[in-house]
């Protein structure tokens, strides 16, 4: 499979616990986005990368959250202190940004469940 | 920031009608309309989309239209079939300005044999 993929798939913890998701994006993508999806809504910006470099972090996103991606291909997304309310799916999506182009490719997605 | 909104949130069509599924958006600079499909449990994939330089765009049996004095575009599915049943969301982005894709709370199609 050469799609984005992402891992874990799910993800049970307790409230105050930390996480951390990791996503691989199709190999040629420079451009790499993380999304929150709860039920019945559409994903949620939460920040985006090109190549290496954190270009945008949504307001909606809490200090709690931190992502990397320190060699330009994978990523990591860290939820540190979690709480009920970020529970959620978790997408990854990877895109190649050339002449102004752009089509995102989503993965599929880590279900986080906090107790 | 940009605002898009989906309508209607659910849809029920017999088999072999047409489907519509609306967005609006706010931003003018918003130029690029990707459509996905989400099936249960599955990961958003993209269906069809559409430039700002264009009007229509078909691909089979959907296909989309874009007004762009009117900020509103829409997903047209002829002929449905049981398998398009999902939720179908839009998106709205300024691709030569900003970098956010900025999604609709989605369409839940169900197609009723």
């Known amino acids: 499979d050469t799609g984005v993929s992402q891992n874990p798939r799910h993800k049970i913890t307790k409230r105050g616990q930390n996480v951390t998701f990791r996503c691989d994006p199709i190999?040629?993508?420079?451009?790499l986005y993380w999304y929150r999806q709860t039920l019945g809504q559409g994903p949620e910006f939460l920040t985006y990368?090109?190549?290496?470099?954190?270009?945008?972090k949504s307001r909606l996103l809490s200090d709690r959250f931190s992502a990397e991606r320190p060699k330009g291909s994978f990523s990591t997304l860290e939820i540190q202190r979690t709480e009920q309310g970020d529970s959620a799916m978790y997408l990854c999506?990877?895109?190649?940004?050339?002449?102004?182009?752009?089509?995102?490719?989503f993965g599929p997605g880590t279900r986080l469940l906090v107790l | 920031g940009e605002n898009v909104e989906q309508h209607p949130s659910t849809l029920s069509v017999q088999e072999g009608d047409s489907a519509v599924i609306k967005c609006t958006y706010s931003?003018?600079?918003?130029?690029?309309f990707p459509w996905y499909k989400q099936e249960l449990g599955k990961r958003p994939q993209l269906i069809i989309d559409?430039?700002?330089?264009?009007g229509e765009k078909k691909d089979q049996r959907i296909a989309v239209t874009l007004n762009k004095t009117a900020k509103h575009f829409s997903l047209h599915i002829t002929e449905t079939q049981p398998e398009d049943s999902a939720v179908y969301f839009c998106?709205?982005?300024?691709?030569?300005?900003?970098?956010?894709?900025?999604f609709g709370t989605g369409t839940s199609l169900t197609v009723i044999p």
């Open positions: 998106a709205a982005t300024p691709l030569n300005t900003g970098n956010q894709f900025y």
């Open positions: 190999s040629e993508h420079n451009r």
């Open positions: 990368f090109q190549n290496e470099a954190q270009l945008e």
């Open positions: 999506a990877s895109s190649l940004r050339q002449g102004g182009l752009e089509t995102q490719y």
């Open positions: 559409i430039r700002s330089n264009v």
């Open positions: 931003d003018s600079a918003s130029n690029y």
